[in-house]
Each structure stands twice: as C-alpha cells, then as structure tokens.
T-cell receptor
Framework: GDSVTQMEGPVTLSEEAFLTINCTYTATGYPSLFWYVQYPGEGLQLLLKATKADDKGSNKGFEATYRKETTSFHLEKGSVQVSDSAVYFCAPQNSGGYQKVTFGTGTKLQVIP | KAGVTQTPRYLIKTRGQQVTLSCSPISGHRSVSWYQQTPGQGLQFLFEYFSETQRNKGNFPGRFSGRQFSNSRSEMNVSTLELGDSALYLC????????????FGSGTRLTVV
C-alpha cells in the first residue's frame, strides 16, 4: 500500500529562519501530493498541492515541488513566523476513484521569537 | 460558505457505552471521510462515504460504523467504547472521490473514562 515518510519532529526554529520539512512517499500510480497544516486545537487545513511532476504548489509563503524521480515533496518556507507553529502533514492521494489519502505522521514546527 | 461542521466538539463517555458523532460537509460536497487522531498512532483512516455508499474502509473493528444520508451529512457510531477509543475524530469532505484534497472539520474530542 501507499506510505509516507516525514522527517521527525519537533522542529524548532527562530523567527525568520529557513524551513524545510522532508517528505518522501511510495504510491501506486501517479498520485497528487498535498501538504496539510494543523494548528493547535483545530482540524487539518489544506496548505498546498501539486498534481503532476515538477509542479510547484505554493501558499502563504510555503512551497513544495513534485519530484517524481525522487518521490519527494519537501515543504519549504524562506522566513518562518511564530504564527507558523503547527503540525504539518504530507499526504499523497491517488486519483481515479476509490483511493484514500495516506497521511504522514506529521512534523511539529515550533517557531520561537 | 460554511465549512465542515462537526458536533459535538467535546464528549465524555464511560467504557461500554456507545457514541454517535455527526458531520455536516460543505454544501455540494458529496464525499465524507472520517479519521481518528491520537498522539501515538497519528491520523488513521476510518471510512469514506460517497453518495450514501461506503467506498473505503480502514482497519478498525466492527464496533466502528458509519453512514451517510441523502443530504451528504454523515454520522459515525462507536459501540462498546474502550479506553483506547479516546481520540480526536476528524471528518473531512470533498466534492468528489479523487485528488482534489479535503476540507476538514475541527473534530470531536472523545474521552472515554
């Protein structure tokens, strides 16, 4: 079945630091790739997505590029803020019918002032 | 437009009891999925419904069940509650099965004592 490997957290960064959260996946077929974010006490929110190789998803300063050759979808942000403190989930999802989403274990990010 | 609404937000039940959780998807969304989130196991897929039919099921015992109504609202039921069922239960909706990504509710926090 599909699987996702995310870098272990928690990740602690100072404000304005550069962020990278690694994500690699195994999936049958050609999945779409998603990053979700979960703020404390809330459900998950779709952060960004990419649907084909070399696509770059972006939102709120976050970016991730669909790397089919390395089956990776690393999340990056050039300058993190305290408000970015949350748990980030990588999630491939196969299209075309009855395919469920596979979520990574989540990476907790803590940004300190 | 209104988001995904889950009720109740918090619930405390006793071992052996049963519980029903409710989810109202975004208007027009026909797919509803349920996830269990715990610190130890992360996000685990329970089931997905589309047009009142269960399309996918995760690896949970038969005590966990669900259904979807004609207006796309969904309920999940857990019978004979165990302490280990304490978790955040998240509902997510999407317009269709496939690769558009999901919109999550804020979840129902179930505590079994």
């Amino acid at each position: 079945g599909d699987s996702v490997t995310q870098m272990e957290g928690p990740v602690t960064l100072s404000e304005e630091a550069f962020l990278t959260i690694n994500c690699t996946y195994t999936a049958t077929g050609y999945p779409s790739l998603f990053w979700y974010v979960q703020y404390p006490g809330e459900g998950l929110q779709l952060l960004l997505k990419a649907t084909k190789a070399d696509d770059k998803g972006s939102n709120k300063g976050f970016e991730a590029t669909y790397r089919k050759e390395t089956t990776s979808f690393h999340l990056e942000k050039g300058s993190v803020q305290v408000s970015d403190s949350a748990v980030y989930f990588c999630a491939p999802q196969n299209s075309g019918g009855y395919q469920k989403v596979t979520f990574g274990t989540g990476t907790k990010l803590q940004v300190i002032p | 437009k209104a988001g995904v609404t889950q009720t109740p937000r918090y619930l405390i039940k006793t071992r052996g009891q049963q519980v029903t959780l409710s989810c109202s998807p975004i208007s027009g969304h026909r797919s509803v999925s349920w996830y269990q989130q715990t610190p130890g196991q992360g996000l685990q897929f329970l089931f997905e419904y589309f047009s009142e039919t269960q399309r996918n099921k995760g690896n949970f015992p038969g005590r966990f069940s669900g259904r979807q109504f004609s207006n796309s609202r969904s309920e999940m039921n857990v019978s004979t509650l165990e302490l280990g069922d304490s978790a955040l239960y998240l509902c997510a909706s999407s317009f269709k099965l496939g690769a558009d990504g999901y919109t999550f509710g804020s979840g129902t926090r179930l505590t079994v004592v």
